[in-house]
């Protein structure tokens, strides 16, 4: 993901989050048996290239990208430095790092109803009542579709603490490969890479670090860092 023997001293340099934004192993033999079904089929949707792919870089241009970012809610795009070019990316460019090319038939994941979201749970069988989405809990799942959320959360979530829930928003990715739907997934993880950047622990540590190894490529290859 990084690599650090290209990195120079420097005191700018941040360690990556553990246990978040994970390479996904899609064989699905590496997973209990009454989860093959369904990493089968992940194996072949459209979040293969999200769940999978990183770029080795160097720990001083991730740091720097990482902790000089901002988010321009007016213009959608996040600014940051690379060495000494001031560079930007967009939601249309991050989308197409992770394969995402522009669909004008996405499905916005905005416009999918909380009711929708609860009748897809009570589907799978989840065990209790839900009223808000704040009480939903992964463990309520049978055992294959709480594995199935924890594949997905470990993967694609900017989170990596209190994984037996998630936003609203995070939920519509699995709404989206349940019903196969044409979903915008891009959208979803543009915004967890927004939030990454709301980290509590930003100045100490990269949140959602496979992600911006992904960014800090891109940059790196079009400024010929």
């Given at each position: 993901?990084a690599?650090?023997?290209?990195?120079?001293a420097?005191s700018?340099?941040l360690?990556?989050r553990?246990?978040?934004?994970?390479?996904?192993?899609?064989?699905?033999?590496?997973?209990?048996?009454?989860?093959?079904?369904i990493?089968?089929?992940?194996?072949?949707?459209?979040?293969?290239?999200?769940?999978?792919?990183?770029?080795?870089?160097?720990?001083e241009?991730?740091s720097?990208?990482?902790?000089?970012?901002?988010?321009?809610?007016?213009?959608?795009?996040?600014?940051f430095?690379?060495l000494?070019?001031?560079?930007?990316?967009?939601?249309?460019?991050?989308?197409?790092?992770?394969?995402?090319?522009?669909?004008?038939?996405?499905?916005n994941?905005?416009?999918i109803?909380?009711?929708?979201?609860f009748?897809?749970?009570?589907?799978?069988?989840?065990?209790?009542?839900?009223?808000?989405?704040?009480?939903?809990?992964k463990?309520?799942?049978?055992?294959?579709?709480?594995?199935?959320?924890?594949?997905l959360?470990?993967?694609?979530?900017?989170?990596?603490?209190?994984s037996?829930?998630?936003?609203r928003?995070?939920m519509?990715?699995?709404?989206g490969?349940?019903?196969?739907?044409?979903l915008?997934?891009?959208?979803?993880?543009?915004?967890?890479?927004?939030?990454?950047?709301?980290?509590?622990?930003r100045?100490?540590?990269?949140s959602?670090?496979?992600?911006w190894?992904?960014?800090?490529k891109?940059?790196?290859?079009?400024?010929?860092?």
């Amino acid at each position: 993901m990084a690599d650090s023997s290209s990195v120079h001293a420097t005191s700018h340099i941040l360690p990556i989050r553990p246990q978040q934004s994970l390479i996904i192993d899609l064989t699905p033999q590496v997973y209990d048996a009454f989860m093959f079904p369904i990493m089968e089929c992940l194996k072949y949707s459209p979040l293969v290239p999200a769940l999978t792919k990183v770029e080795t870089v160097p720990m001083e241009c991730l740091s720097q990208i990482f902790s000089t970012a901002h988010y321009d809610k007016s213009v959608d795009r996040i600014f940051f430095d690379i060495l000494d070019h001031k560079a930007s990316i967009s939601k249309q460019r991050f989308c197409s790092l992770l394969e995402f090319e522009p669909d004008e038939s996405r499905v916005n994941p905005e416009s999918i109803p909380v009711g929708q979201l609860f009748s897809m749970f009570y589907n799978m069988g989840y065990t209790e009542i839900l009223t808000t989405v704040t009480k939903f809990k992964k463990s309520c799942l049978p055992p294959q579709w709480n594995g199935f959320f924890t594949v997905l959360f470990k993967g694609l979530s900017e989170r990596s603490a209190g994984s037996d829930g998630a936003s609203r928003l995070f939920m519509t990715i699995l709404y989206g490969l349940y019903h196969d739907i044409n979903l915008d997934y891009g959208s979803v993880l543009w915004q967890q890479l927004i939030q990454s950047l709301a980290s509590t622990s930003r100045h100490s540590e990269i949140s959602y670090a496979r992600f911006w190894t992904l960014v800090t490529k891109w940059v790196m290859d079009k400024y010929h860092v």
